[in-house]
Protein backbone atom coordinates (compact mmCIF):
# COMPACT_ATOMS: atom_id res chain seq x y z
CA UNK A 1 0.00 0.00 0.00
CA UNK A 2 1.22 3.57 -1.20
CA UNK A 3 1.98 6.12 1.66
CA UNK A 4 -1.16 7.65 0.52
CA UNK A 5 -3.20 4.71 0.71
CA UNK A 6 -2.51 4.06 4.53
CA UNK A 7 -3.50 7.49 5.54
CA UNK A 8 -7.16 7.53 3.59
CA UNK A 9 -10.05 7.18 5.59
CA UNK A 10 -12.67 6.32 3.01
CA UNK A 11 -12.61 5.07 -0.70
CA UNK A 12 -14.37 6.43 -3.84
CA UNK A 13 -14.51 3.36 -5.54
CA UNK A 14 -16.66 5.60 -9.12
CA UNK A 15 -13.59 7.59 -8.87
CA UNK A 16 -11.50 4.20 -8.82
CA UNK A 17 -13.40 3.32 -11.81
CA UNK A 18 -13.14 6.67 -13.64
CA UNK A 19 -9.18 6.60 -13.16
CA UNK A 20 -9.10 2.71 -14.82
CA UNK A 21 -11.42 4.46 -17.49
CA UNK A 22 -8.68 7.46 -18.14
CA UNK A 23 -5.83 4.73 -17.71
CA UNK A 24 -6.87 2.40 -21.01
CA UNK A 25 -7.97 5.91 -23.17
CA UNK A 26 -4.42 7.31 -22.55
CA UNK A 27 -2.89 3.69 -23.52
CA UNK A 28 -4.73 3.49 -26.63
CA UNK A 29 -4.03 7.08 -27.53
CA UNK A 30 -0.48 6.96 -26.65
CA UNK A 31 0.07 3.14 -28.50
CA UNK A 32 2.02 2.20 -25.62
CA UNK A 33 1.25 -1.38 -26.72
CA UNK A 34 1.29 -3.06 -29.94
CA UNK A 35 -2.40 -3.33 -31.11
CA UNK A 36 -2.93 -7.22 -31.01
CA UNK A 37 -1.94 -6.94 -27.24
CA UNK A 38 -3.34 -3.56 -26.86
CA UNK A 39 -7.04 -4.71 -28.53
CA UNK A 40 -7.05 -8.06 -25.79
CA UNK A 41 -6.16 -5.94 -23.24
CA UNK A 42 -8.90 -3.29 -23.62
CA UNK A 43 -11.16 -5.85 -24.48
CA UNK A 44 -10.04 -7.36 -20.95
CA UNK A 45 -10.72 -3.91 -19.40
CA UNK A 46 -14.09 -3.22 -20.93
CA UNK A 47 -15.48 -6.50 -19.46
CA UNK A 48 -14.05 -5.63 -15.84
CA UNK A 49 -14.94 -2.17 -16.30
CA UNK A 50 -18.53 -3.84 -16.80
CA UNK A 51 -18.29 -6.49 -14.35
CA UNK A 52 -17.70 -3.45 -11.99
CA UNK A 53 -20.28 -0.59 -13.30
CA UNK A 54 -22.87 -3.65 -12.78
CA UNK A 55 -22.03 -4.51 -9.54
CA UNK A 56 -21.80 -0.52 -8.35
CA UNK A 57 -25.32 -0.16 -10.20
CA UNK A 58 -27.35 -2.41 -8.09
CA UNK A 59 -25.49 -1.61 -4.79
CA UNK A 60 -26.18 1.55 -5.31
CA UNK A 61 -29.80 0.87 -6.54
CA UNK A 62 -30.29 -0.68 -3.06
CA UNK A 63 -28.15 2.03 -1.01
CA UNK A 64 -31.16 4.75 -2.41
CA UNK A 65 -33.59 2.73 -0.88
CA UNK A 66 -32.41 1.80 2.46
CA UNK A 67 -31.96 5.86 2.16
CA UNK A 68 -35.55 6.44 1.34
CA UNK A 69 -36.71 4.46 4.01
CA UNK A 70 -38.13 5.08 7.15
CA UNK A 71 -36.01 5.10 10.18
CA UNK A 72 -38.05 2.47 12.16
CA UNK A 73 -38.33 0.29 9.20
CA UNK A 74 -34.70 0.62 8.39
CA UNK A 75 -34.34 -1.20 11.98
CA UNK A 76 -36.49 -3.87 11.46
CA UNK A 77 -35.06 -4.60 8.27
CA UNK A 78 -31.69 -4.87 10.26
CA UNK A 79 -34.03 -6.93 12.68
CA UNK A 80 -35.43 -9.45 9.94
CA UNK A 81 -31.38 -9.66 8.21
CA UNK A 82 -30.22 -10.20 11.55
CA UNK A 83 -32.68 -13.12 12.26
CA UNK A 84 -31.42 -14.77 8.68
CA UNK A 85 -28.02 -14.58 9.59
CA UNK A 86 -28.82 -16.80 12.39
CA UNK A 87 -29.20 -14.73 15.35
CA UNK A 88 -32.47 -15.61 18.09
CA UNK A 89 -34.40 -13.33 20.05
CA UNK A 90 -33.59 -10.30 18.20
CA UNK A 91 -35.69 -6.95 19.25
CA UNK A 92 -35.87 -3.68 18.04
CA UNK A 93 -36.01 -1.27 21.36
CA UNK A 94 -36.82 1.82 19.62
CA UNK A 95 -36.16 4.00 23.29
CA UNK A 96 -34.72 6.99 23.09
CA UNK A 97 -31.95 8.05 25.58
CA UNK A 98 -30.48 4.71 25.05
CA UNK A 99 -27.04 5.36 24.53
CA UNK A 100 -27.76 4.84 20.11
CA UNK A 101 -28.68 0.93 21.05
CA UNK A 102 -31.31 0.10 18.70
CA UNK A 103 -31.68 -3.52 19.70
CA UNK A 104 -30.80 -6.26 20.85
CA UNK A 105 -30.14 -10.34 20.72
CA UNK A 106 -28.88 -13.68 21.11
CA UNK A 107 -26.03 -15.20 18.96
CA UNK A 108 -25.52 -18.63 19.62
CA UNK A 109 -21.93 -20.94 18.55
CA UNK A 110 -21.83 -24.38 17.98
CA UNK A 111 -25.37 -24.81 20.45
CA UNK A 112 -23.06 -23.85 23.17
CA UNK A 113 -22.30 -20.75 23.80
CA UNK A 114 -24.37 -17.77 23.91
CA UNK A 115 -23.64 -13.55 22.83
CA UNK A 116 -25.34 -10.94 24.14
CA UNK A 117 -25.26 -8.62 21.09
CA UNK A 118 -26.48 -4.65 20.69
CA UNK A 119 -26.72 -3.35 17.60
CA UNK A 120 -27.16 0.17 16.45
CA UNK A 121 -28.38 1.17 12.81
CA UNK A 122 -26.79 4.69 10.59
CA UNK A 123 -29.18 5.16 7.96
CA UNK A 124 -26.91 7.48 6.09
CA UNK A 125 -24.91 8.41 3.19
CA UNK A 126 -22.17 9.98 5.27
CA UNK A 127 -18.66 8.41 7.33
CA UNK A 128 -19.54 6.79 10.68
CA UNK A 129 -16.77 8.89 13.15
CA UNK A 130 -14.40 7.41 15.48
CA UNK A 131 -16.42 8.99 18.54
CA UNK A 132 -19.59 6.81 17.34
CA UNK A 133 -17.95 4.00 18.01
CA UNK A 134 -16.59 5.29 21.78
CA UNK A 135 -20.36 6.74 22.44
CA UNK A 136 -21.96 3.26 21.41
CA UNK A 137 -19.09 0.83 23.15
CA UNK A 138 -20.02 3.21 26.42
CA UNK A 139 -23.51 2.03 26.18
CA UNK A 140 -22.98 -1.26 25.56
CA UNK A 141 -20.39 -2.08 28.58
CA UNK A 142 -22.43 -4.06 31.07
CA UNK A 143 -25.21 -4.54 28.59
CA UNK A 144 -24.35 -7.48 26.40
CA UNK A 145 -20.95 -9.47 24.89
CA UNK A 146 -20.42 -7.60 21.50
CA UNK A 147 -22.05 -4.72 19.89
CA UNK A 148 -22.79 -4.55 16.35
CA UNK A 149 -22.83 -1.13 14.01
CA UNK A 150 -25.30 -1.56 10.90
CA UNK A 151 -24.51 1.94 8.12
CA UNK A 152 -25.60 2.58 4.94
CA UNK A 153 -22.44 4.54 4.42
CA UNK A 154 -18.98 4.06 5.59
CA UNK A 155 -16.58 4.26 8.12
CA UNK A 156 -13.14 6.08 8.53
CA UNK A 157 -10.29 4.86 9.03
CA UNK A 158 -9.79 6.26 13.24
CA UNK A 159 -13.84 4.27 13.51
CA UNK A 160 -12.22 0.62 12.23
CA UNK A 161 -9.46 1.29 14.35
CA UNK A 162 -11.52 2.12 17.42
CA UNK A 163 -14.00 -0.53 17.25
CA UNK A 164 -11.12 -3.26 17.79
CA UNK A 165 -8.60 -1.23 19.54
CA UNK A 166 -6.93 -3.22 22.70
CA UNK A 167 -8.54 -3.96 25.98
CA UNK A 168 -11.98 -2.16 24.41
CA UNK A 169 -14.67 -4.69 23.91
CA UNK A 170 -14.90 -5.05 20.01
CA UNK A 171 -17.43 -3.90 17.92
CA UNK A 172 -18.23 -5.67 14.51
CA UNK A 173 -18.95 -2.65 11.62
CA UNK A 174 -20.87 -3.32 9.06
CA UNK A 175 -20.84 -1.06 5.78
CA UNK A 176 -22.98 0.22 3.09
CA UNK A 177 -21.60 -2.46 0.48
CA UNK A 178 -21.27 -5.04 2.76
CA UNK A 179 -25.16 -4.87 3.53
CA UNK A 180 -26.09 -4.49 0.11
CA UNK A 181 -23.87 -8.21 0.00
CA UNK A 182 -25.90 -9.27 2.52
CA UNK A 183 -29.42 -8.16 1.44
CA UNK A 184 -28.33 -10.34 -1.82
CA UNK A 185 -27.10 -13.38 -0.09
CA UNK A 186 -30.45 -13.74 1.82
CA UNK A 187 -32.55 -12.03 -0.93
CA UNK A 188 -34.23 -9.57 1.47
CA UNK A 189 -35.39 -7.02 -1.97
CA UNK A 190 -32.51 -8.29 -4.03
CA UNK A 191 -32.93 -11.28 -6.02
CA UNK A 192 -30.87 -12.82 -8.54
CA UNK A 193 -31.84 -13.45 -12.13
CA UNK A 194 -30.51 -15.74 -14.10
CA UNK A 195 -30.18 -15.35 -17.45
CA UNK A 196 -30.43 -17.52 -20.50
CA UNK A 197 -27.91 -17.58 -23.53
CA UNK A 198 -28.77 -19.02 -26.50
CA UNK A 199 -26.15 -20.01 -29.01
CA UNK A 200 -26.35 -21.18 -32.45
CA UNK A 201 -23.68 -23.21 -34.34
CA UNK A 202 -24.27 -22.23 -37.68
CA UNK A 203 -21.30 -25.04 -39.00
CA UNK A 204 -22.93 -28.00 -37.06
CA UNK A 205 -25.52 -27.90 -39.83
CA UNK A 206 -23.55 -28.29 -42.77
CA UNK A 207 -22.42 -31.53 -41.18
CA UNK A 208 -25.80 -32.73 -41.55
Do not use: H
Not at 163 to 189: C, F, M, N, S, T
Amino acid sequence: MTAEGKVTDAVDVRAILTDVRKDYVTRRTEKVLPPTILGDAAEGASAVIAEVEEELGWKQQVLDALLGMAPDAFERLSQRLLRECGFTQVEVTGRSGDGGIDGKGVLRLGGLINFQVVFQCKRYAGTVSSSTIRDFRGAMIGRADKGLIISTGTFSRDARAEAVRDGAPAIDLVDGQELADLLKRYELGVQTLMVEKVEVNAAWFTTI
